[in-house]
């Protein structure tokens, strides 16, 4: 289907002052003020969208998606009934439910799908939605191989559709601002990330039925899918490949190489992926832009000049997530020359280096401009540092996050560049083929205990 | 049998489960499930959390009808029946209607539409009220889902929901104080249970002040939402009922009219709300010098929930 079929598949719906039919004066009175985002716009066509996969994301998309005024969500599917049954209650009773994902393409043909079936199933149920001529949103991480998620990159390039990746920090504000901080320079130049995800359970989901029952291995599979190589690649794919991504967007790059380790250490309960892992990935960027270094300057350390300083250099991240700790949380820690950035989805901090002209003398002049104030004032008693163990960090500047979720966030996007057939999404398919590079070099450096090179891609 | 506990914070005070089973491996994981629940509907219904959906609302509902999902939609339908069955006295906005001195409407929800808008400015929901009753509902049939039928939930205490029995085969014991006697100008403290509650496949909630979990007005007694003056003659209740969010409503708007109001609202009304009571118990301030404890059964409709 061509862009222009899309729409015309699309149901016309009365514009929005008939589809709020509450009050028409007050409506009228109310239309004065800003509206956040653009769905809510007059004459807004909804857009026909459907769900694919139907679990536990698929149902926070579903409950989304139905808050969202430019959005007709008319199916939903999946192959695991229990799931159906309760996602269906979410989706309401204008989407028809699909046990077969393809009946759903072929009958229904959304103008929009929207992906979060198991991470082995991704290529293939997009790659499908791609030849329905449907643009697509995909959970993340976008494929289960780099192969794969090439071959996908491809394919909605020679589709022209629109996708996007569900890497929902690209939709947050306090990472769209930790962003704009980085890329202007407020931390100076940005020599290491520290980034982690840890947690403190087994990362199991129960299954419906008792251990001896005969269908119990195969919905334990089913179920607990992110647990085996088959089917998801644990840790890194699951949780590492959001944080990555922000390393990759903030830094405007993909690794270089990476080193990491990891194992099975401590649920030894039959699960083939990795319970906890470290990854070291290194970075070669480019000097910050800015004004060249004054060649008159003082020399730089180490008999460097200003020649040498605009050679790349390494920008050092560190990766770890743990399932049996959860001291450290999830967070990004993003280290510069003037300052760090601490990073969560609901709260950003911000906090200055001390640099070496900060040691806090008064120098102020006296009104005549003549003699100068005592530069330091004794009285007998010592100033002492505290000894708390964070006193050097200083006051952070604080990055909230105020307006609201950034699923439902990255959808209203997504759903605007539909309607646009802007294929500019937040986070396309190039930027998840980096993200998936990315995520499952590392597990094949595990594997293979050695450094690898990431593939460009 | 095999029992495995689990705890978690969510809206304002601790969640904690206590299941029985056969095997612990399941029965932790069904744990994990149902405490995500409850998180679940705390980012649902938390006005706190800039992300939550009730947290939309407030933020835009002044300027333009807000669309919401199916879940909300039905909670809200829920509220607006249990709002008139209680003359206004279960109020979503009684934090706001205080501060503005209103007495009219504060909100509209077109429930075909799924449209909820203010009628002015200064206007938020609050579920304080509703919200622990419902994520223990929720975190309930979790469990079920998953074959739990003995299980223990609660609340920060004051909602409690139980299923089955307990390790003994017993309905699951929950032990009542009187809230006044925790009050600084309480003549006499009594440390000891008045009284308990047996309960299988019942939940119940407590409510003596506005509660700090998802509520606006944390630190203040509870005001009535029909005046804005604080209740000039304060109760506490305990309602037991088949599901936690109608136990939640009940107690809290019981709380709210004030102990003659609702005494006679307990006898003399008949509606679906007060139907699906199993048991209400009225505690008062203390009066005689004796400080003789006041715990006074206003409703009991099947026989050994209250011992
Ligand atoms: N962005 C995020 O924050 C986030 C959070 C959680 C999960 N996810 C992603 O969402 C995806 C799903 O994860 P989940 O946690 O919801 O898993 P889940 O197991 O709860 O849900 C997956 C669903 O897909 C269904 N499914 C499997 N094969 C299917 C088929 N052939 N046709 C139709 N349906 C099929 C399953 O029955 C299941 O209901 C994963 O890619 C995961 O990485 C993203």
Same mark, same amino acid.
């Given at each position: 289907m061509n862009t222009s079929d899309r729409h015309h598949a699309a149901s016309l719906k009365p514009n929005r002052r008939e589809l709020l039919g509450l009050s028409a004066a007050a409506a009228g009175a109310w239309a004065s003020t800003a509206l956040k985002s653009a769905v809510a716009a007059d004459g807004v066509e909804p857009v026909r969208t459907a769900v694919i996969g139907t679990g536990g994301r698929g149902s926070d998309l579903i409950r989304s998606l139905t808050t969202i005024e430019g959005c007709d969500l008319v199916a939903i599917a999946d192959d695991y009934p229990p799931h159906l049954e309760k996602a269906a209650k979410f989706a309401g009773p204008q989407a028809k439910p699909y046990s077969d994902y393809h009946k759903l393409l072929n009958e229904v043909k959304p103008a929009a799908v929207i992906i979060a079936v198991p991470l082995y199933l991704h290529y293939q149920v997009a790659s499908d939605a791609l030849q329905a001529g449907c643009d697509v949103f995909c959970e993340k991480t976008m494929c289960h191989t780099v192969d794969e998620a090439r071959k996908l990159a491809e394919e909605v390039d020679s589709a022209k559709a629109v996708f996007q990746v569900g890497l929902q920090r690209r939709a947050n504000p306090i990472y769209q601002q930790a962003a704009a901080m980085v890329q202007s320079g407020v931390l100076g130049q940005v020599t290491a990330v520290k980034a982690q995800w840890h947690r403190n359970n087994n990362w199991r989901r129960p299954v419906p039925v008792p251990k001896g029952h005969a269908d119990w291995t195969k919905l334990e599979r089913k179920l607990n899918w992110r647990l085996y190589r088959d089917y998801s690649g644990g840790l890194m794919t699951e949780l590492g490949s959001h944080q990555l991504d922000v390393v990759n967007w903030l830094l405007g790059d993909i690794p270089k190489r990476?080193? !990491?380790?990891?194992?099975?250490?401590?649920?030894? #309960?039959?699960? &083939?992926?990795? #319970?906890?892992?470290?990854?070291?990935? =290194?970075? =070669?960027? $480019? $000097?910050?832009?800015? %004004?060249? $270094?004054?060649?008159?300057? !003082?020399a730089l350390p180490n008999g460097g000049t200003s020649e040498t300083s605009l050679k790349p250099y390494t920008v050092r991240v560190t990766y770890s997530s743990l399932c049996n700790n959860a001291y450290e949380g999830a967070a990004e820690l993003v280290m510069g020359t003037k300052g760090t950035l601490y990073l969560t989805?609901?709260?950003?901090?911000?906090?200055? =280096?001390?640099?070496? #002209?900060?040691?806090?003398?008064?120098?102020?002049? /006296? !009104? #005549?401009?003549?003699?100068?104030? !005592?530069?330091?004032?004794?009285?007998?008693? /010592?100033?002492?540092?505290?000894?708390? %163990?964070?006193?050097?960090?200083? =006051? %952070?500047? &604080?990055?909230?996050?105020l307006l609201g979720d950034d699923t439902r966030d990255e959808l209203v996007s997504f759903l605007d560049h539909v309607r646009r057939d802007d294929v500019q999404t937040i986070c396309d398919a190039r930027e998840g083929l980096r993200d998936t590079a990315t995520v499952l070099t590392a597990n094949r450096a595990i594997d293979e205990q050695t450094s690898l090179a990431i593939p460009r891609v | 049998m095999t029992v495995v506990e689990r705890a978690r914070p969510a809206m304002g005070s601790l969640f904690r489960l206590r299941l029985l089973g056969d095997d612990a491996d399941h029965l932790e994981a069904v744990a994990e499930?149902?405490?995500?629940?409850?998180? @679940?509907?705390?980012r649902l219904l938390s006005w706190r959390d800039a992300r939550s959906e009730v947290a939309r609302i407030n933020r835009e509902a002044t300027a333009r009808p807000v669309l919401v999902d199916f879940e909300l939609a039905a909670i809200l339908a829920q509220c607006q029946e249990a709002e008139a069955a209680t003359d206004g006295y279960l109020d979503l906005a009684a934090a706001a @209607?205080?501060?503005? @001195?209103?007495?009219? @409407?504060?909100?509209e929800f077109d429930a075909e539409r799924r449209l909820i808008r203010f009628t002015c400015p200064g206007v938020r929901l609050d579920f304080g009220a509703y919200g622990k009753g419902y994520a223990l509902d929720c975190a309930a049939a979790e469990l079920r889902s998953f074959g739990i039928t003995q299980a223990l939930l609660d609340g920060g205490t004051s909602s409690v929901l139980a299923l089955g029995t307990d390790e003994f085969g017993n309905p699951w014991p929950v032990g009542m104080r009187n809230p006044f006697a925790a009050r600084p100008d309480a003549k006499t403290t009594w440390p000891h249970e008045l009284g308990q509650l047996r309960l299988t496949d019942l939940a119940l909630s407590s409510s003596a002040a506005l509660d700090a979990g998802l509520s606006h007005s944390a630190d203040h007694d509870m005001l009535n939402p029909r005046t804005g003056e604080p209740i000039a003659d304060p109760s506490a209740y305990t309602v037991v009922a088949a599901d936690g969010a109608t136990a939640e409503v009940l107690s809290t708007a019981l709380c709210a009219m004030g102990s003659a109001a609702a005494e006679a609202y307990t006898k003399e009304r008949t509606n679906d709300l007060l139907a699906a009571a199993v048991a209400i118990v009225r505690f008062d301030p203390p009066q005689d010098a004796d400080g003789s404890p006041h715990l006074t059964p206003l409703l009991v409709r099947r026989p050994g929930v209250l011992v």
């Open positions: 990476v080193i !990491a380790s990891g194992g099975v250490d401590y649920w030894r #309960d039959g699960r &083939e992926v990795f #319970d906890n892992v470290f990854c070291l990935y =290194e970075y =070669e960027l $480019p $000097p910050l832009a800015g %004004p060249r $270094p004054d060649p008159n300057a !003082a989805s609901n709260k950003g901090l911000f906090y200055r =280096e001390k640099l070496a #002209d900060d040691v806090g003398w008064s120098a102020k002049k /006296t !009104a #005549d401009g003549g003699s100068v104030d !005592a530069s330091v004032v004794t009285s007998g008693k /010592t100033l002492k540092l505290s000894n708390s %163990p964070w006193a050097h960090r200083g =006051e %952070p500047l &604080e990055i909230d996050n | 499930a149902a405490l995500d629940e409850i998180e @679940r509907i705390e @209607r205080a501060e503005l @001195r209103e007495t009219g @409407r504060l909100w």
